[in-house]
Structures are given as structure tokens and as C-alpha cells.
């Protein structure tokens, strides 16, 4: 009912910058929260960013400072700006957003199927 498609992955050496897109689509009511996470090889899922329905935004300490989340209500897309990035952010992204749909009562949570972020000279 809901796809989210995350973009903008790639590769890049140390201090360089990327910005990661998710557009969202299907039977979408309202979004609420949506996050960026991520899965470093060996290591468990680490919430990076989020930013709420209003626009408040929350960073992991690890990328504060660095990153940058925002959000396009009229286009349902979220995006990362990645600043100043360090091979310890290489790791697989995903977008999350919490969905009120068009079918149904209730909030519920989508994820995106990840796009590889490598951070190398």
C-alpha cells in the first residue's frame, strides 16, 4: 500500500558529502515521523536522523553537526544531506516513515530497501 524508494547512495572519499532521497507513495493519508537509519556491516541498526510531521528534527551523536535531515510534505520525500563524511559512516541507509493511510484506520510504519553509502579513499 505504501512504497518508499531511497536514492542518492554511492560512493565518496573522506570529507566529501552526499544526500540521500526516500519518496514515499501508495494510499498515503498524512506522514507523520520519518527517519533515516542505518546498518553498518557486523553492527546493529543505528537511528541516525528524524524529523517529525512539524519539521523538529533529532541526530544521533555520531552525525550531529555532519547531517542533515528535511522533508517536502507536497512531494512526500524525505532527504539526508551527508556533510563532512568519515569511513566509519559507510553502511546501508534506510528511510522509515510512520503512515496514516487513505484504507484504513491507524498509524503504520514503512520502510525503504536501502541504498549503500561507501565512505573510502
Known amino acids: 500500500q505504501v512504497q518508499l524508494v531511497e536514492s542518492g547512495g554511492g560512493l565518496v572519499q573522506p570529507g566529501g558529502s552526499l544526500r540521500l532521497s526516500c519518496a514515499t507513495s501508495g494510499s498515503i493519508f498524512k506522514i507523520y515521523a520519518m527517519h533515516w537509519s542505518r546498518r553498518a556491516p557486523g553492527k546493529q541498526r543505528e537511528l541516525v536522523a528524524t524529523i517529525t510531521a512539524g519539521g523538529s528534527t533529532d541526530y544521533a551523536d555520531s552525525v550531529k553537526g555532519r547531517f542533515t535531515i528535511s522533508r517536502d510534505n507536497a512531494k512526500n520525500t524525505v532527504f539526508l544531506q551527508m556533510n563532512s563524511l568519515r569511513p566509519e559512516d559507510t553502511a546501508v541507509y534506510y528511510c522509515?516513515?510512520?503512515?496514516?493511510?487513505?484504507?484504513?484506520?491507524?498509524?503504520?510504519?514503512?520502510w525503504g530497501q536501502g541504498t549503500q553509502v561507501t565512505v573510502s579513499s
Open positions: 522509515q516513515a510512520s503512515v496514516e493511510l487513505t484504507t484504513t484506520v491507524g498509524r503504520y510504519d514503512y
